[in-house]
């Protein structure tokens, strides 16, 4: 089965698409060795038409072991050492991910 999960991340005051692009960018290597891939460039979110989630960007990973890619992710030396930078930019606080699976 496979698996996309939906990262719905608001900005930080001050920061922009293009800060949090950026960043994606410099993780992608720690991502992909870890068996996530985008779906897309990310999506910037224009209004909430329904619900309170709050959101600029929007993006979609896929993976096959979504518990061991993010796992491994988030102790992988490379992407560590982003971390101060990604909180920077987005407010974790107030993000989500959702995972989710295509209908067979």
Do not use: W
Request: proline share 6%; no cysteine; net charge negative.
């Amino acid at each position: 089965m496979t698996y996309v999960l939906v990262d719905i991340l608001p900005l930080k005051k001050g920061k922009s698409v293009a800060d949090a692009m950026s960043y994606f960018d410099k993780v992608k290597p720690a991502m992909e060795r870890h068996g996530l891939t985008r779906l897309n460039e990310p999506l910037e979110a224009h209004k909430m038409l329904r619900g309170t989630q709050t959101a600029n960007l929007v993006n979609l990973f896929e993976t096959v072991d979504p518990e061991s890619s993010m796992q491994g992710m988030a102790s992988d030396p490379e992407y560590q050492s982003y971390v101060p930078l990604r909180d920077t930019i987005f407010d974790l606080d107030n993000a989500s991910i959702i995972l989710t699976s295509r209908f067979v």
